[in-house]
């Protein structure tokens, strides 16, 4: 309930407002001891709020007044619900009406509102709050019936809590100074919220320690960004951690026992328990060559590890709608080992692993800094490397066509490495990238504009789809001659990182205070990533890209080496040194011979910007 010392000033100063010197009307025509009874009725569903203000008002009018009430605050009303009977002299109603009706015909509207939302929520988790953008004079009111359409209080006035927002923290000089000051001049009993723009203010905060994080000025996807990629700090609140890139896979020596005894000790009829993996797609390996990649994998390890192994896969999972539930589905089904194939997935994977540290779930991603998720990806670039020699040597012009998805980590080190290896064998050439993941872009037309036939498209075949256009290709008076194709052997990364889990190197590297966000991120020294050569390639061609080849898998040439020019001439290697794999990660830049951009957040489809807000070089926030 409303205090009265909170309550009847403001409702005096209404009174006072509406009735002025007199009530000039009610007072010619309506005699001064005449008594009525009327009923206040709702003409709209809703929900109610300010029973304590009706009877305030007409109290204040005449002492005489009495009024009982059928709903109380909060209550749902339908309409023509009588909520209070009021019987008082006829002046007190007719000069007190419209200032009782104004009040709960305002706070019933924010309480009615406020309700709407909570349902829409639909999640006891979640709190809606109010702010201090109030009505002058009316905050008491305004606040009250927030809280009784079920949101909760956020601070009353400026002496209820230290709030550090952006023109404090401009005057501060840095997020970690305000923080400093307010801290030094307040009590410890005031809890300290500060506002943050971006994921950087964020990481700032955590590292100097605050009550309440507020992400402003931020679209539902911004945020989705933001929170994804500290959703642990928030949780736990710890540090970001390191990013540990493991770029080969634990030696081991083969199993001469059943493989589980290397995950848990077992006894007597766990023995014979096979290990179970599980496998969630975003769509079914009929309809996406990502998924049919990863579905060969999973058939490659079922097939390696026979009656050792038990694999099921959960098909169609939708990012941000599905993927939790399925993540659960499988930790309730006891899955040992849990592979999340796609990375717009990895907030729900990252709040899982959080949820259950005992589970082991890895996420098919990149450069996730997060000790609580593990994530796996291929060194990609250096079958794009060859590719790229291919390309060079068949194109029959100076312009090759490239076909990227959409801006995220490994992209763009992808196009670099094709158009260095196409580079290699022909000073002179040009690599034009378009990009699938924009909408409405008619990739084929623009590369028939510019009279290209050697393209690098899509890397394996869609089953589904009646298009042959995938890998490296030239096309020649219609025909589509295939030349090359990078093969993501997830097979083989599934098996020898299963191996390398079983051997005991996962709950080594558990063990300790310090434990590094792990990123397995291997290439062709695993055998997790090669090419196929198509007929068309000649037997010297072969040679040549075979040496290199094999160069790459013994560690003895890395395609970013040497000095390398973006687009805008600025110099991002010496002669002499190698990028280090952060850097080819995080790569945001086109070379020199890359003909194109990098596309906007908003020209892209629905599907990429999913990716692109949690794995994206480009900033949404933009």
């Known amino acids: 309930m409303l205090n009265d010392l909170l309550i009847e000033e403001p409702i005096r100063n209404a009174l006072k407002e ?31 709020c300010g029973t304590s203000i009706v009877k305030k008002v007409f109290e204040l009018l005449s002492d005489k007044a009495k009024i009982t009430f059928s709903k109380k605050d909060g209550d749902v009303l339908k309409a023509g619900d009588v909520i209070a009977i009021i019987t008082a002299p006829a002046r007190c109603i007719l000069t007190g009406e419209r200032v009782a009706l104004n009040f709960v015909r305002q706070m019933s509207g924010i309480a009615t509102e406020t309700a709407k939302y909570i ?21 008491v009111f305004e606040k009250y019936a927030v809280r009784t359409g079920g949101g909760v209080p ?3 006035n400026l002496s209820d809590c230290i709030m550090i927002k952006d023109n404090h923290i401009e005057c501060a000089g840095s997020v970690g100074k305000a923080l400093e000051l307010v801290k ?15 994921i950087d203010q964020v990481k700032e905060v955590l590292k100097y320690g605050a009550d309440i994080i507020m992400l402003d000025n931020m679209t ?8 994804a990629k500290t959703w642990a700090e928030f949780e736990l609140l710890s540090d970001n951690s390191e990013v540990d890139l493991r770029m080969d896979p634990v030696t081991t020596q083969p199993a001469k026992k059943n493989i589980l005894s290397y995950l848990l000790p077992r006894s007597g009829g766990e023995a014979n328990k096979r290990l179970k993996v599980g496998f969630i797609y975003e769509n079914t390996p009929q309809t996406s060559e990502w998924c049919y990649a990863h579905e060969l994998g999973r058939q490659y390890i079922d097939e390696t590890f026979g009656s050792q192994i038990e694999t099921v896969s959960i098909t169609n ?46 996420n098919c991603s990149l450069n996730i800094s997060h000790k609580y998720i593990r994530t796996y990806y291929a060194r990609m670039y250096e079958a794009k490397y060859l590719t790229g020699v291919i390309a060079g040597v068949m194109a029959k012009s100076d312009k090759i066509g490239y076909v990227a998805s959409c801006p995220l980590y490994g992209v763009m080190a992808n196009v670099n490495a094709f158009a260095m290896g196409a580079r290699a064998v022909n000073p002179d050439v040009k690599v034009y990238v378009e990009w699938s993941g924009i909408k409405d872009n008619d990739i ?59 051997s005991g190197s996962w709950k080594k590297e558990e063990e300790g205070d310090k ?80 003909v194109g951009r990098v596309p906007e957040y908003e020209e892209l489809d629905d599907n990429s910007k999913m990716l692109v807000i949690n794995q994206g070089i480009i900033d949404v926030n933009d």
């Open 515 to 594: 434990v590094s966000a792990l990123n397995y991120w291997w290439g062709m020294s695993a055998g997790a990533i090669d090419i196929i050569y198509g007929g068309a390639v000649p037997d010297e061609t072969k040679k040549v890209t075979s040496l290199i080849r094999e160069a790459i898998v013994k560690g003895e040439f890395k395609p970013f080496t040497g000095e390398l020019k973006d687009q805008d001439g600025k110099v991002h290697n010496k002669p002499d040194e190698e990028l280090d794999p952060d850097e080819i990660i995080e790569m945001d830049w086109l070379l020199d011979n890359v």
């Open 184 to 198: 030094a001049s307040n009590s410890h009993a005031h809890k300290i919220e500060i506002e943050c723009d971006t």
């Open 154 to 156: 956020h601070r009353y």
């Open 444 to 502: 084929e037309a623009r590369f028939a504009e510019q009279g290209i036939n050697c393209i690098s498209d899509q890397d394996m075949i869609t089953p589904k789809k009646t298009s042959r256009k995938f890998g490296l290709y030239v096309t020649d008076s219609g025909m589509v001659k295939h030349l090359a194709m990078p093969v993501w052997h997830w097979g083989v990364f599934y098996e020898k990182l299963i191996q390398s889990i079983l």
């Open 18 to 48: 509406d009735i002025g010197f007199s009530d000039i009307t009610t007072e010619a025509l309506v005699p001064s001891d005449k008594f009525v009874t009327a009923y206040m009725k709702t003409r709209v569903d809703g929900v109610l």
């Open 220 to 227: 539902p996807e911004q945020m989705d960004k933001n929170v």
């Open 119 to 139: 349902k829409a929520m639909n999640n006891p988790n979640v709190r809606l709050t109010d702010t201090r953008k109030t009505t002058p004079g009316f905050r």
């Open 317 to 362: 999972v939708r990012p941000k709608e599905d993927d939790y539930n399925a993540i659960q589905r499988l930790i309730d089904d006891n899955t040992d080992l849990i592979f999340v194939t796609s990375p717009s997935m990895m907030y729900a994977s990252l709040k899982q692993a959080i949820a259950h540290p005992k589970a082991k779930i890895l």
